[in-house]
């Protein structure tokens, strides 16, 4: 089946939230559930300032470890900002890039996304590329037309073998916080719509094997139902991923769901 070559893809954005005692006792408790899900990828973002507490609880775990953003330039005059080679040195695999609010509160382009993803790569980590649309581009129809242009403009110029490196995120911005899913038709339409994008960019066995995730008030209740559809590879998990029980609880239902398929 396409996209399920391994198995589900559960990634955690802590956002600004959590003391340092905080980061590690979730972190902790995430580790310990891990042996559970040893079937999925598991990649926990905590902030800036926990980057370091949390790399080190999760030092000989299986659980990966992630920034939630980063800035295009490797060094140089770039007050308060990081760069792909200080996160890496700091324990980081993955980034976040163009989640929908570095877009919406911070004025993040597909401009800026497609020379974060740039320094992403050249720095060996693994982006995940966040897509969306707004709640009036979803009412007038115009939500394939939003997700054609943030992927065209996000991966330009970027050669079939970067694909192997990136992971792509859909989170409609109107479901982010609010306690509002897209269903599992919604969500699946435009996961197939992404994936049949990659394919005609980059080839039908790459498209296959792209990881593409679903963000948007993800809930255990609502994980295996979404991850039942045949595009949606795991979930990029925002408030939920703040309560230990709750994240082990959606990757566990996306689990489920997935070995049902084997």
Known sequence: MAGRDRGP???????????????????????????ELRESTIVLFPPFT??????????????????QDLFWEDQGAYTGEV???ML????????????SERRQVFGETDETVNRKL??????????????????????????IERIDAQLAAGLRGFAPEDLERVVLAYEPVWAIGTGKTASPGQAEEVHAHVRRRLE????????????????GSVKPANSYPLFKEKNIDGFLVGG?????????????EALRAYREEK
């Open 9 to 35: 893809f559960i990634a955690g954005n802590w956002k600004m939230n959590l003391t340092l005692p905080e980061a590690r006792g979730l972190a902790q408790k995430i580790v310990e559930a891990g042996a």
């Open 50 to 67: 926990a980057l370091a507490a949390v790399g080190g609880t999760l030092a000989g775990s299986a659980i990966g470890l992630g920034a």
């Open 83 to 85: 760069s792909g080679p």
């Open 88 to 99: 890496k040195e700091a324990g980081c695999a993955y980034v976040l890039i163009g989640h």
């Open 118 to 143: 740039g320094a992403a790569l050249r720095s060996g980590l693994s982006p995940i590329v966040c897509v969306g649309e707004v709640l009036a581009e979803r009412e007038s129809g115009r939500t």
């Open 200 to 215: 005609e960019r980059y080839g039908k066995d790459r498209a296959s094997c792209a990881i593409i995730l679903y963000g």
């Open 240 to 252: 939920a991923s703040l309560d230990a029980g709750g994240f082990v609880g959606i990757a566990g």
